[in-house]
């Protein structure tokens, strides 16, 4: 999966050779695919719209009746279309984790689903007073008739799933659903997708048989849905098959944090980078219905996994209750929060919490120079220094500076320190003087890592030197 | 970097739309410009009528040999296929049967039909205009509301067989 795996050394400062010059042509070469991706995802929705000039669309706008018409098919097509690209974006492809990273990708998924179902309504909407005006009926009057073209029953039904999958992942409703309910019935939107395209193929005339347009709209479909069965079934079925992964020992590391040790064949073909995380699921009655994200927290080996998991919720707690022998299966590994997403010559982090786990792994993996690394370690009691020890000896093997704070956040100041350091004077700037010439990793609870994040971006942090892993679905 | 991104998306998508603007203005030329040439083929008189969908122009098309017909003919019998009438939605095409000058029939050899939408407007149209076509013996009906290209194209296939038939 991650390109830098071929250049990886085992830990040692000889292996600390990453020059500065080569990260920035890295990043430039990543933002140079994510201009084409962008640019790609505009393309396609002017696209969806050209499918219906191209078929003589401009001169259809004659009549009130007729533009309205023609504005709802439009809205259907490009509707659509954004709705294909959310496929795509939730795939998990390769490319685009490696590119812009999966959290990223799944953010624009998310900012085209309100969009996407505006349009789609508008679509319907439209149509029917189009089609009523043109038969000189009112739109109500036109749903009859509408529904009595061929394939529009299975259109309209297709819309109401859509809605209700949008409507689940509202925030403030999203939260009312456990990760498995939603998930569940975000499933449905495949189904939503699928039970539409019966009538864009047969009731209007743009995607008509034999023609281009339809060729191409196909196409579509196919890449889409391609894609999500690539990535999303096919690869980790065989993944799991192939490397026979299975909880070995389960180690209590602190009051409610276990490392689990999975063992497995030929671990290291998985280029799995320090930093990244997969999606776990356990196989035993109580845990095979719901999966987990969980980093490494370590480097494997060719034989051993690592991960260590906080009893974060009741999914969580049950899998660190897992006996050894219990098959696992896995998607992955995913995510940027690794050294080939560096842009900037220093490195510095921030972690609180169980969010040390993908930090552990990543600096591990990472090509540091000595001097070259700045490390801040959050908690908010002692006890929940997980991994510390592991953290501080690699600290000193790699050259970098270790920071630690303990205690709850502050009531005033940035936030996301401890009162006393707050009332030091203690800031990001003064712990990481260099933060302009930096790459910013930081990893914890959402609510602490926004507080984190917004200071950084305060004291001027350029985007791309941030790299965050939030630890909650 | 994203102000980058942007503009090239800007700029992929306004070529792309003018490319399928052009793409649709070229095949709507050619559609028609077959049309008319088929209509020519079929009846020299009428070429014109293809060309102009709007309902005015159609019609006084349309009617004007229908006027000056019908005293010469009176005892035609047989049946006379019309011209293949193009629309954007498919194209349009009329038989009518013919008994001692009489419109006895008329038969819709093909309505237009691309897609489901289309073709439930053809077949809402195509009764109404059949009935009122045999009860006036002419083309000079009025047209279904909601189905313009549909019945346009119908009178002006019909008034192609109706000419060879010189009624």
Known sequence: MSSNTTTRRPVSPGGARAAAPDRRKQYRRRARIADILVTSLWASGAAAAALFLATGGSAKFGTVADAVTSIGIVTGLIGTDFILVMIVLAARIPIIDRTVGHDRAIAVHRSLGKPALYLLLAHGALLLVGYGMSSGINPIAEIGPMLAIPDMPLAVIGLGLLVVVVITSLVAVRRTFSYEGWHIVHLLSYVAVLVAVPHQLSVGGILSAGSVERVYWIALYVVAFGSIATYRFAEPVISTIRHRVRVSRVENVAPGVVSIHLSGRNLRALESAGGQFFVWRFWTGRTWWHSHPISLSALPTDKTVRITVRDLGTGTSAISSVRPGTRVSFEGPYGMFTDAGRTAPKLAIVVAGIGITPVRAFLEDSKVRPGETTILLRASTQEEAYLWNEISELARRKGARLYTMVGKRAQSGPGWMPQADASRGVTLRSVFPDLADSDLYICGPTAWLDLVENDARRAGIPEHQLHTERFDW | ?167
Not at chain 2, 41 to 51: D, I, V, Y
Not at chain 2, 94 to 102: D, E, K, W, Y
């Open chain 2, 1 to 167: 970097m994203r102000t980058r991104a942007t503009l090239s998306g800007i700029f992929a998508s306004v070529a792309i739309l003018v490319i399928g603007w052009q793409a649709g203005s070229a095949a709507v030329t050619a559609a028609t410009a077959t049309s008319a040439a088929s209509g020519a083929g079929a009846r020299p008189g009428t070429p014109g009528t293809a060309t102009s969908p709007t309902p005015s122009a159609t019609t006084t098309t349309a009617t004007a040999p229908a006027t000056t017909a019908p005293a010469a003919a009176s005892a035609v019998t047989g049946s006379f296929t019309g011209s293949s009438t193009s629309t954007p939605y498919g194209s349009v095409q009329v038989q009518i049967v013919v008994a001692n000058g009489t419109m006895t029939e008329v038969k819709a050899l093909h309505l237009t039909d691309d897609g489901g939408r289309s073709v439930q407007i053809s077949n809402t149209a195509a009764p109404i205009l059949r009935s009122e076509v045999l009860s006036s013996q002419s083309a000079r009906v009025s047209t279904v509301s909601g189905a313009t290209y549909t019945s346009d194209a119908y009178l002006t296939s019909l008034q192609s067989a109706l000419d060879q038939a010189g009624i």
